[in-house]
């Protein structure tokens, strides 16, 4: 499948993969996980035990490149909101994980974010059409070292779309392993129809710890999905040019992708290749410059395109403060995104660099999205689109208004309907508030927010949910 934006040649692609495999075959991986060490020299990688270091051999790395699965499924919380995630599909969504802070909707400041705010932002993620799937939100008054099961409880009872969600520790992986038998009654009811995805990342360049593979082998061992975020940042823990960076970004998930396929031959592994750059003033990584514009869409290309597999990557994230900012970073890096074959946006309502979560932001991401997949669908060129039997009905000076040529295309998509952008001429627009698109997204949220209910959790399975996190705080002081 060819993408309609095209920043690498066939040749370029070529070039960049095997650069990526001879990194893997020469330098290798340090694995920090003895089992998994044993995994892979098992499948014919060469391990050195005392050093901790595994090198790839290119035949073994491209024979599990085989077998990740070329579609993908997302399991929500409820069937009605599966989605197929393919390198010919549509798009979708997706909100960051990671976010400590939380845009209040009544005063808009800035705060450490709390359960309620998280309950608020999930209800109202289940209440927009564009927001697809939901990571986490890692709130401030519930203990820091169980905060991550408080989030995905929250998840599970307030709101019904795809869940992608991270641990902090191996221990609470398996906490999160206890919610998900709980919800699904056995280890293959998991893995058949998983209730949440799993995150977890290398930690560039080319280092996978202890706990993270750990959490890794466990998910391949339940069916799991891992969402493995590929993250080095450009000048700091990658090179500082966007080809290198690019080349180390594909090593380190093909080097991922390989220890996965090994531990569980197609294992639901999703191409989540997504490097940044570096403010070199600071070192400070920027999630929203000009350059992971550039990044995304090479990687979205050569996801699509050489690999056949649907890329995600955060195109709705932003670095700045204002809502100006915000609102062109996020457009800037979606069309280069969904251009180049991205299929899943990841940072819906995330704003300063993954920092916080905005309720009314989420709001506008949803109609982003409606924007981007107007982008993405182009327009088609046929004798009844070129209307020109319309065009000799309405003749030199008509009106196409009330033609059946405008009636029959009113609906199908040709024009699209966006709500929180002014149209209007000015005075109507003054007639009803002079509100921006950030004042009517926040309208829009508390408006959704008065009336959406979600539909409860089984009072058994909730209880049994709650339990297990109980137990986990009730250990941190036992």
Known sequence: MQVPLRLLSAEDMQAIHDAALRVLAATGMLVDHEKAREILAAAGAHVNHDTKMVRFPPELVEAKLKLVPRETVYHGRTPEFDFTLSAAGPIYSRVAGGATHYYDLETGQNRRGTLADWRQFCTLVDALPQIHSVATMHCGDVPAATADLHSLLTLYECQRKVIVHNAFSFQNAQRMIEMALALRGSKEAVAQR??????????????????????????????????????????????????????????????????????????????????????????????????????????????????????????????????????????????????????????????????????????????????????????????????????????????????????????SGELIRVDLFARERRDVWESKGAKGPMDAARDKAKTLLAKHEVPRLEDAVARELRAIVAAADAALVG
């Open 194 to 411: 998983p209730p949440y995805r799993h995150m977890l990342s290398p930690i560039s360049p080319l280092f996978l710890n202890e706990d993270d593979t750990a959490q890794l082998l466990l998910c391949c061992e339940y069916g799991i999905p891992t969402d493995i975020p590929i993250m080095p940042t450009a000048a700091t823990t990658s090179p500082i040019t966007l080809a290198g960076t690019l080349m180390q970004s594909l090593a380190e998930y093909l080097g991922t992708m390989t220890l996965a396929q090994c531990a569980r031959p197609g294992h639901n592994m999703p191409f989540f290749v997504d490097p940044v750059v570096a403010d070199l003033r600071t070192s400070t990584p920027q999630f929203a410059a000009p350059e992971v514009g550039l990044l995304c869409a090479a990687i979205c290309q050569m996801g699509v395109e050489f690999y056949g597999l649907a890329p995600e990557a955060i195109g709705l994230d932003s670095d700045g403060f204002t809502h100006d900012q915000t609102l062109f970073q996020k457009a800037q890096n979606t069309i280069f995104q969904v251009m180049a074959g991205g299929k899943l946006v990841i940072g819906a309502g995330l704003v300063e660099s993954s920092f916080a979560l905005d309720p009314a932001q989420l709001v506008l991401d949803n109609e982003i999205m409606v924007i981007a997949k107007r982008w993405v669908k182009g327009f088609a060129v046929n004798a009844d689109t070129l209307a020109v039997d319309a065009l000799t009905r309405v003749g030199p000076r008509g009106n196409f208004l009330i033609d059946d040529h405008t009636l029959k295309f009113l609906r």
